[in-house]
Protein backbone atom coordinates (compact mmCIF):
# COMPACT_ATOMS: atom_id res chain seq x y z
CA UNK A 1 0.00 0.00 0.00
CA UNK A 2 2.73 2.63 0.58
CA UNK A 3 4.06 2.64 -3.09
CA UNK A 4 0.83 3.07 -4.14
CA UNK A 5 0.39 5.80 -1.77
CA UNK A 6 3.46 7.51 -2.69
CA UNK A 7 2.30 7.22 -6.35
CA UNK A 8 -0.71 8.59 -6.14
CA UNK A 9 0.58 11.56 -4.19
CA UNK A 10 3.51 11.98 -6.78
CA UNK A 11 0.70 12.01 -9.46
CA UNK A 12 -1.33 14.29 -7.51
CA UNK A 13 1.37 17.09 -7.69
CA UNK A 14 2.20 16.56 -11.61
CA UNK A 15 -1.35 16.88 -12.23
CA UNK A 16 -1.57 20.19 -10.28
CA UNK A 17 1.05 21.63 -12.15
CA UNK A 18 -0.28 20.83 -15.44
CA UNK A 19 -3.43 22.06 -14.45
CA UNK A 20 -1.68 25.32 -13.10
CA UNK A 21 0.05 25.85 -16.57
CA UNK A 22 -2.71 24.82 -18.99
CA UNK A 23 -5.35 27.75 -18.83
CA UNK A 24 -8.24 25.40 -19.69
CA UNK A 25 -7.82 23.69 -16.39
CA UNK A 26 -6.48 26.47 -14.04
CA UNK A 27 -10.07 27.45 -13.04
CA UNK A 28 -10.70 23.86 -11.48
CA UNK A 29 -7.30 24.02 -9.94
CA UNK A 30 -8.14 26.80 -8.01
CA UNK A 31 -10.90 25.34 -6.71
CA UNK A 32 -9.39 22.11 -5.61
CA UNK A 33 -5.82 23.34 -4.97
CA UNK A 34 -6.78 24.57 -1.08
CA UNK A 35 -8.35 21.28 -0.48
CA UNK A 36 -5.25 19.33 -1.33
CA UNK A 37 -3.83 19.19 2.24
CA UNK A 38 -7.11 17.48 3.67
CA UNK A 39 -7.04 14.49 1.02
CA UNK A 40 -3.36 14.31 1.61
CA UNK A 41 -4.48 13.93 5.51
CA UNK A 42 -7.40 11.18 4.14
CA UNK A 43 -4.44 9.09 2.29
CA UNK A 44 -2.19 9.38 4.96
CA UNK A 45 -4.79 7.73 7.70
CA UNK A 46 -6.44 5.42 5.26
CA UNK A 47 -2.30 4.33 4.64
CA UNK A 48 -1.31 4.76 8.33
CA UNK A 49 1.32 2.37 9.29
CA UNK A 50 0.61 -1.16 10.95
CA UNK A 51 3.16 -0.47 13.75
CA UNK A 52 0.88 -0.10 17.41
CA UNK A 53 1.58 2.59 19.31
CA UNK A 54 0.47 3.11 22.92
CA UNK A 55 -2.98 5.13 23.30
CA UNK A 56 -1.63 7.69 25.52
CA UNK A 57 1.37 8.32 22.53
CA UNK A 58 -1.48 7.89 19.94
CA UNK A 59 -4.31 9.88 21.76
CA UNK A 60 -1.45 12.53 22.14
CA UNK A 61 -0.37 12.69 18.48
CA UNK A 62 -3.99 13.21 17.54
CA UNK A 63 -4.55 16.05 19.72
CA UNK A 64 -1.62 18.13 19.01
CA UNK A 65 -2.14 18.23 15.14
CA UNK A 66 -6.02 18.91 15.86
CA UNK A 67 -4.72 21.65 17.94
CA UNK A 68 -3.08 22.85 15.60
CA UNK A 69 -5.53 22.99 13.29
CA UNK A 70 -7.42 24.98 15.94
CA UNK A 71 -5.00 27.43 15.83
CA UNK A 72 -5.67 27.99 12.46
CA UNK A 73 -9.31 28.20 13.12
CA UNK A 74 -8.45 30.84 15.68
CA UNK A 75 -6.00 32.89 14.09
CA UNK A 76 -7.69 33.45 11.29
CA UNK A 77 -11.48 33.37 12.57
CA UNK A 78 -11.14 34.67 15.92
CA UNK A 79 -8.71 36.25 16.31
CA UNK A 80 -9.38 38.51 13.84
CA UNK A 81 -11.41 41.45 15.23
CA UNK A 82 -9.21 41.78 18.19
CA UNK A 83 -5.42 41.65 16.45
CA UNK A 84 -5.90 42.21 12.59
CA UNK A 85 -2.59 43.79 12.57
CA UNK A 86 -1.20 41.16 13.89
CA UNK A 87 -2.88 38.63 11.71
CA UNK A 88 -2.10 40.27 8.39
CA UNK A 89 1.74 39.74 9.50
CA UNK A 90 1.11 35.97 9.79
CA UNK A 91 -0.37 35.37 6.92
CA UNK A 92 -1.55 38.47 4.34
CA UNK A 93 -4.48 36.73 2.71
CA UNK A 94 -7.36 38.54 1.04
CA UNK A 95 -10.03 37.41 2.29
CA UNK A 96 -13.12 35.87 0.09
CA UNK A 97 -17.02 36.04 1.47
CA UNK A 98 -19.81 34.76 2.90
CA UNK A 99 -19.17 30.89 4.50
CA UNK A 100 -15.87 30.69 2.65
CA UNK A 101 -14.27 33.63 5.04
CA UNK A 102 -15.90 32.72 7.99
CA UNK A 103 -15.22 28.98 8.33
CA UNK A 104 -14.22 26.75 5.61
CA UNK A 105 -10.78 29.02 4.85
CA UNK A 106 -9.51 29.24 8.96
CA UNK A 107 -9.94 25.47 8.82
CA UNK A 108 -7.82 24.82 5.72
CA UNK A 109 -5.64 27.11 6.69
CA UNK A 110 -5.03 25.18 10.12
CA UNK A 111 -5.17 21.77 8.13
CA UNK A 112 -2.55 22.70 5.71
CA UNK A 113 0.01 23.81 8.87
CA UNK A 114 -0.79 20.93 10.34
CA UNK A 115 0.47 18.78 7.23
CA UNK A 116 3.38 21.11 6.53
CA UNK A 117 4.34 20.42 10.29
CA UNK A 118 4.09 16.33 10.01
CA UNK A 119 5.69 16.18 6.75
CA UNK A 120 8.92 18.43 7.79
CA UNK A 121 8.76 16.84 10.95
CA UNK A 122 9.08 13.24 8.55
CA UNK A 123 11.88 14.96 6.72
CA UNK A 124 14.36 16.09 9.72
CA UNK A 125 13.38 12.56 11.41
CA UNK A 126 17.28 11.79 10.66
CA UNK A 127 18.42 14.34 13.18
CA UNK A 128 19.20 13.38 16.97
CA UNK A 129 20.13 16.54 18.46
CA UNK A 130 16.95 18.10 19.16
CA UNK A 131 17.57 21.90 18.97
CA UNK A 132 18.77 21.31 15.23
CA UNK A 133 15.87 19.18 14.56
CA UNK A 134 13.42 22.00 14.95
CA UNK A 135 15.31 24.53 13.65
CA UNK A 136 15.63 22.61 10.39
CA UNK A 137 12.14 21.69 9.95
CA UNK A 138 11.84 25.46 10.94
CA UNK A 139 13.90 26.19 7.96
CA UNK A 140 11.71 23.72 5.87
CA UNK A 141 8.37 25.20 6.63
CA UNK A 142 10.01 29.00 5.88
CA UNK A 143 11.59 27.22 2.62
CA UNK A 144 8.16 25.89 1.62
CA UNK A 145 5.88 29.15 2.41
CA UNK A 146 7.96 31.25 0.42
CA UNK A 147 7.80 29.30 -2.48
CA UNK A 148 3.77 28.68 -1.71
CA UNK A 149 3.57 32.47 -1.95
CA UNK A 150 3.93 31.69 -5.70
CA UNK A 151 1.50 29.31 -6.01
CA UNK A 152 -0.99 31.36 -3.87
CA UNK A 153 -0.74 34.02 -6.50
CA UNK A 154 -2.59 32.05 -8.93
CA UNK A 155 -5.55 31.25 -7.03
CA UNK A 156 -6.07 35.75 -6.34
CA UNK A 157 -5.88 35.22 -2.81
CA UNK A 158 -2.26 36.75 -1.91
CA UNK A 159 -1.93 40.74 -1.33
CA UNK A 160 1.24 42.28 -1.94
CA UNK A 161 3.53 42.80 1.44
CA UNK A 162 5.76 45.66 2.10
CA UNK A 163 8.10 44.23 3.94
CA UNK A 164 9.17 39.94 3.31
CA UNK A 165 11.76 40.20 5.65
CA UNK A 166 9.27 41.14 8.76
CA UNK A 167 6.86 38.03 7.33
CA UNK A 168 9.02 35.40 6.84
CA UNK A 169 10.60 36.18 10.21
CA UNK A 170 7.12 35.47 11.75
CA UNK A 171 6.57 32.62 9.66
CA UNK A 172 9.74 30.93 11.06
CA UNK A 173 9.59 31.68 14.59
CA UNK A 174 5.90 30.22 14.53
CA UNK A 175 7.05 27.16 13.06
CA UNK A 176 9.99 26.76 15.53
CA UNK A 177 7.35 27.23 18.70
CA UNK A 178 5.15 24.13 16.62
CA UNK A 179 7.83 21.91 16.71
CA UNK A 180 9.34 22.77 20.12
CA UNK A 181 6.01 21.80 21.43
CA UNK A 182 6.09 18.95 18.84
CA UNK A 183 9.67 17.59 20.25
CA UNK A 184 8.20 18.00 24.08
CA UNK A 185 5.47 15.93 23.41
CA UNK A 186 7.80 13.26 21.95
CA UNK A 187 5.91 12.64 18.64
CA UNK A 188 7.88 11.49 16.23
CA UNK A 189 7.18 11.16 12.65
CA UNK A 190 8.86 8.59 10.20
CA UNK A 191 6.77 8.67 6.82
CA UNK A 192 8.08 8.29 3.39
CA UNK A 193 4.99 9.33 2.47
CA UNK A 194 5.29 12.49 3.81
CA UNK A 195 9.06 12.86 3.09
CA UNK A 196 7.40 12.54 -0.23
CA UNK A 197 4.91 14.81 -0.47
CA UNK A 198 7.09 17.87 1.17
CA UNK A 199 9.93 17.35 -1.56
CA UNK A 200 6.93 17.12 -3.96
CA UNK A 201 5.34 20.07 -3.28
CA UNK A 202 8.15 21.99 -2.89
CA UNK A 203 8.96 20.96 -6.64
CA UNK A 204 5.64 22.16 -7.24
CA UNK A 205 6.29 25.32 -6.49
CA UNK A 206 9.87 25.90 -7.98
CA UNK A 207 8.54 25.00 -11.12
CA UNK A 208 5.46 27.79 -10.67
CA UNK A 209 7.94 30.47 -9.54
CA UNK A 210 10.45 29.22 -12.74
CA UNK A 211 7.46 29.45 -15.23
CA UNK A 212 6.04 32.27 -14.07
CA UNK A 213 6.53 34.96 -16.46
CA UNK A 214 5.61 32.16 -19.03
CA UNK A 215 2.19 31.08 -17.55
Same mark, same amino acid.
Given at each position: ?????????????????????????????????????????????????? $?? %?? =????????????? @?? !? *?????????????????????????????????????????????????????????????????????????????????? $?? %?? =????????????? @?? !? *???????????????????????????????????????????
Amino acid at each position: MKKQLITAIVCLFILLLFGMIIPVARDIVRLIGLFVPVLLWILFIQNRQK $RK %LP =LKKRAVRVLFFLW @IV !F *LGLFVTRFGASYYQEFIHLIYPFEYGYGCFKDYVYPVLWGINWALLVYCTASVCHSIKNLFFQVVAAAVLVLACNILQDQYV $RF %LY =LWRGYDDEMINGT @IW !F *LFAVVLHMFRVLLKIEVNSKAANVTYWMAILLFLCLWLLCPVI
